[in-house]
Structure formats: structure tokens, C-alpha cells
T-cell receptor, first 114, second 113 residues
Framework: NAGVMQNPRHLVRRRGQEARLRCSPMKGHSHVYWYRQLPEEGLKFMVYLQKENIIDESGMPKERFSAEFPKEGPSILRIQQVVRGDSAAYFC????????????FGQGTRLTVV | AQSVSQHNHHVILSEAASLELGCNYS??????LFWYVQYPGQHLQLLLKYFSGDPLVKGIKGFEAEFIKSKFSFNLRKPSVQWSDTAEYFC???????????FGAGTQVVVTP
């Protein structure tokens, strides 16, 4: 059973471009979480999704950021018109359900905005 | 709003010393508690978890944690650390009634030979 797969592992974008980060959850997992990690700031929750539904997006910036988890295919975190402050490691985690289950993390995508 | 506090941002200790990392959360309902570890350059891995039952939980690599409900705490312990325990440690909380996994700021632990 493959783990949570994130790609790309490293992504370089120029200011103003779009960044698309992909996350394939573990087989059988229908819940996906996205987190952003900045040095010295720990993990910041961004969004929690189930298949075709956004359950909690309280951590998502109001502009430029969006996320989806379609019925088929990976979850996508999309950042439009990237700025230098978007440079960070973005981690995805998945779980089979909410509540009493652990989340399994992917290797992360390191986004660098130049 | 729910929150998770980790008391120390950086801890430096020698091999064979004992380690205790504090974690407190603010939420009055039923919670599920986790400790994750992130080794340099790697993704987060689960050390241990508490859902219910015995409040003293044993995890991998000799780690354990104790859930004290009255103190809203879930402290992590290891009696004797090794150099390979150098990593960042994250406490996380997920309530039964809300799905997101809320993390503390993390504690960077450095173990010197």
C-alpha cells in the first residue's frame, strides 16, 4: 500500500505564476488535509477535504488559494499569482475517516517563489 | 477556537538524558491526541496516539505520553534519548466533533553525543 504521494517534491515559480500541488491519498482514504510549514512556525492548517467536499477551509488565505478533491484523481492545492511569501513546504495528509483515526503524511512539496 | 500549545521551542540535551515535552490543548469536548516526529528533511511520522482507555500510551522508539484530562495535557516522554532522536516533535489534537488535525508549533530537539 503506497503511502501518501505528493508531487512535485520541489517546485520553483516566478512571482505572478500559478502553482499546482498534487496529493494522492493512501488507498482507501477519503479525507485529505493540507498544511503549510514555514521555518520556526510549525505546521499551519489550511484546508480539510473529503471527496468532492470542502469540510473546513478556515486556514486558507481568502485570496489566490483554492483546493479541491475530486471524485477521481488527486487532491489539488492551487496558488494563483504566487508571491515570495508563499515560499514554504506544503504537506498533505490523508486518513480513512474523521474522528478516531490517525493521519498519514506525504513527503511534502517545497515551493520556492523567485 | 481550539488551540494546541507546546511549551518549549528548542530543547538541547545529552545522550542518555531524559526527555519530556509539554503539550496543552484548549477544547472541552472529546479529543484524540497525537505526537508526530519530523526528522531532518523528512515528512511527519506518527510516534503515538491516544483515543481512549489507558491514559499512558506507549509509542515507537521508546516514547510514551500521558493524557491528563484535568490538565488538558498530553506530555511526551522518553527515559533515555539517543543522538538519532534529534528531530522536531509536534503535538496534535483532533476533536471528535471536528475533523481537522490541529498542530502545536513544534519543539526542536537536539541531542548531543
Amino acid at each position: 500500500n503506497a503511502g501518501v504521494m505528493q508531487n512535485p517534491r520541489h517546485l520553483v515559480r516566478r512571482r505572478g505564476q500559478e502553482a499546482r500541488l498534487r496529493c494522492s491519498p493512501m488507498k482507501g482514504h477519503s479525507h485529505v488535509y493540507w498544511y503549510r510549514q514555514l521555518p520556526e512556525e510549525g505546521l499551519k492548517f489550511m484546508v480539510y477535504l473529503q471527496k468532492e467536499n470542502i469540510i473546513d477551509e478556515s486556514g486558507m488565505p481568502k485570496e489566490r488559494f483554492s483546493a479541491e478533491f475530486p471524485k477521481e484523481g488527486p487532491s489539488i492545492l492551487r496558488i494563483q499569482q504566487v508571491v515570495r511569501g508563499d515560499s514554504a513546504a506544503y504537506f498533505c495528509a490523508s486518513s480513512p475517516q474523521g474522528g478516531k483515526t490517525e493521519a498519514f503524511f506525504g513527503q511534502g512539496t517545497r515551493l520556492t517563489v523567485v | 477556537a481550539q488551540s494546541v500549545s507546546q511549551h518549549n521551542h528548542h530543547v538541547i540535551l545529552s545522550e542518555a538524558a531524559s526527555l519530556e515535552l509539554g503539550c496543552n490543548y484548549s477544547y472541552g469536548g472529546t479529543v484524540n491526541l497525537f505526537w508526530y516526529v519530523q526528522y531532518p528533511g523528512q515528512h511527519l511520522q506518527l510516534l503515538l496516539k491516544y483515543f481512549s482507555g489507558d491514559p499512558l500510551v506507549k509509542g515507537i522508539k521508546g516514547f510514551e505520553a500521558e493524557f491528563i484530562k484535568s490538565k488538558f495535557s498530553f506530555n511526551l516522554r522518553k527515559p533515555s534519548v539517543q543522538w538519532s532522536d534529534t528531530a522536531e516533535y509536534f503535538c496534535a489534537v483532533k476533536g471528535d466533533s471536528w475533523g481537522k488535525l490541529q498542530f502545536g508549533a513544534g519543539t526542536q530537539v537536539v541531542v548531543t553525543p
